[in-house]
């Protein structure tokens, strides 16, 4: 519970706040592969994911994924559909081990939105959310491969070093095999280097070429 008190939406909160808040709040654990929410459940928490990745998808008439985003640690997670009490738009699945904290929404409503700077917090936790959707935009259409696993190991390189390239590529939206290459790719160039113990980060800012 103590990651929830730095998290930028409760970090100033009295402390009366912060033990009423844990008072109203629950900790769940998950496995990777676990689903926390799935389309179409009606919200009842606010989840503040602490641990793990967490992947948000839809699925065709066919039944395959569409991935629309991954969200790594500290994040809010789906807080559109309590706000406007609606189901939820896409199911949320755990890619790896992780962690959430429920927050009893009916309550939380109540007695904390109208603290105006947790107000004012969540205004600017909807605009990130639309800043999102437009970096995914960019990140899904205007990046090469390329340059989104270079993006990708610049600012989640301890994911990389620790995911499975079927993960990680599932996470991007592409195919391990294109990933692959890619990383073959980043090795001759110097960038990475790999070693029994696995890969490593040799020229971190030479990433940067690729998606700046």
């Known amino acids: 519970m103590e990651k929830l008190k730095s998290f930028y939406m409760f970090k100033n909160l009295t402390e009366s ?7 109203i709040s629950t900790i769940k654990e998950y496995k990777k592969g676990n689903i926390l929410f ?6 009842s928490h606010l989840v503040v994911l602490t641990e793990g990745i967490l992947q948000i998808y839809k699925s065709d008439p066919k039944g395959n994924k569409i991935i629309l985003h991954s969200f790594f640690q500290p994040s809010l997670i789906a807080e559109i559909a309590n706000f406007e009490n609606m189901r939820y738009p896409a199911t949320a699945e755990f890619l790896t081990d992780g962690k959430v904290v429920l927050v009893d929404y009916e309550i939380f409503e109540k007695e904390f939105l109208k603290n105006p700077e947790i107000a004012f917090t969540i205004i600017k936790s909807l605009s990130d959310k639309v800043r999102l959707l437009e970096n995914v935009i960019t990140y899904d259409i205007v990046l090469s491969s390329t340059a989104r ?3 990708f190991i610049y600012e989640h390189e301890m994911e990389f070093l620790t995911l499975k390239k079927s993960e990680i590529a599932s996470i991007m939206n592409i195919t391990p095999e294109t990933l692959s290459r890619i990383i073959s790719k980043f090795k001759k160039l110097g960038i990475l280097r790999k070693d029994q113990s696995g890969y490593e980060v040799v020229n971190k800012e030479a990433l940067k070429t690729f998606f700046e």
């Open 17 to 23: 706040q912060f033990e009423r808040l844990k008072e």
């Open 38 to 43: 799935y389309e179409g459940d009606k919200p």
């Open 149 to 151: 696993v270079a993006k």
